[in-house]
């Protein structure tokens, strides 16, 4: 009785120390991050005018701008919705309401899915060099570098749309059977609109990690220095780059200039995940 007064004892002594490690780790973290976004707010707040929105790079610093890496960094976003929602999406859809799981190559799909997602992006950089821009000779070019991005976002937004799929209650699809209603018409009109709040938030938020690479296009193709507006089978940059383009040069007005870019990147990123949130909020469903 005594050693297990003891066992117990220590079990809750280690779990108060392992507790505590945790909370000091986050405090840690949410400290260093606060400390971070203050200083880029208080060093680049005040360039954060239409010379940086509107101008392109420049050699001198109150005349350098980001104008060509925000374009190319819409664009890349816009290419991703388009390329990775409907194929995303609809992997998810064969997955979770067609697929039978004792065939091995469904079996293959979701084991390689899964293992995928945790694949660091610098080897999708790698994958995109040499199968999109040299293999099939697609070069390097924007397009590659929402393709390259596409495939590294993609398991992340498979694997969220089908988390939500199955959020939807069995009872719902049982209901629309029972009322003559097809296969395709249970998942077109009742899973996928019930879905929908955990996809778009799922999409959305892997669409902001992708905003925010910089190896794969750096891979890919994309340029420290663009001086011209990006098209799609053209040359060009993304906003991550043009930061760290900023940040490499010796002068310390550039290292201004950069914090107002990390601000611009803030707030696209934020804007598009305060967008995720209010998706869900606004469509969410409680069963």
């Known amino acids: 009785m005594p050693e297990a007064l003891t066992g117990g004892r220590r ?48 050699a001198e610093p109150h005349l350098a701008g980001a104008r060509p890496a925000i374009l190319a960094t819409i664009y890349l976003g816009l290419l991703l919705l388009i390329l990775t929602v409907p194929l995303g999406v609809g992997t998810a859809v064969y997955l979770e309401e067609y697929a039978n799981r004792e065939r ?9 899915i899964q293992n995928l997602a945790a694949v660091p992006s610098i080897v999708y950089g790698i994958l995109g060099l040499a199968f999109l821009v040299r293999g099939i000779g697609l070069g390097r070019v924007l397009l590659a570098g929402a393709f390259i991005l596409t495939l590294l976002v993609l398991p992340t937004v498979i694997i969220a749309a089908r988390e939500a799929i199955r959020a939807v209650p069995d009872s719902i699809r049982q209901g629309a059977y029972a009322l003559g209603a097809t296969k395709w018409q ?45 098209t799609l089978l053209g040359d060009f940059t993304a906003l991550p780059v043009q930061i760290y383009q900023y940040i490499a040069r010796p002068q310390e007005e550039f290292r201004v200039v950069a914090a107002a870019g990390i601000i611009v990147l803030l707030v696209i990123l934020l804007a598009l995940n305060s967008l995720a949130i209010w998706l869900r909020n ?6």
């Open 11 to 58: 079990g809750r002594v280690s779990g108060a120390l392992f507790q505590a490690f945790l909370l000091l780790s986050l405090a840690i973290g949410i400290v260093t991050l606060g400390a971070l976004l203050v200083q880029v707010f208080v060093k680049g707040w005040s360039n954060v005018d239409a010379v940086l929105l509107f101008e392109p790079p420049s």
């Open 104 to 112: 091995w190559y469904n079996r293959l799909l979701e084991v390689n």
């Open 186 to 230: 249970v998942v077109w009109r009742q899973v996928l609109p019930g879905a929908t709040p955990g996809i778009a938030t799922g999409s959305i938020l892997a669409l902001s990690r992708a905003l925010g690479e910089t190896a794969p296009l750096l891979l890919v193709g994309a340029l420290t220095y663009v001086s011209f507006n990006p």
């Open 282 to 287: 606004r469509y969410q469903r409680k069963w």
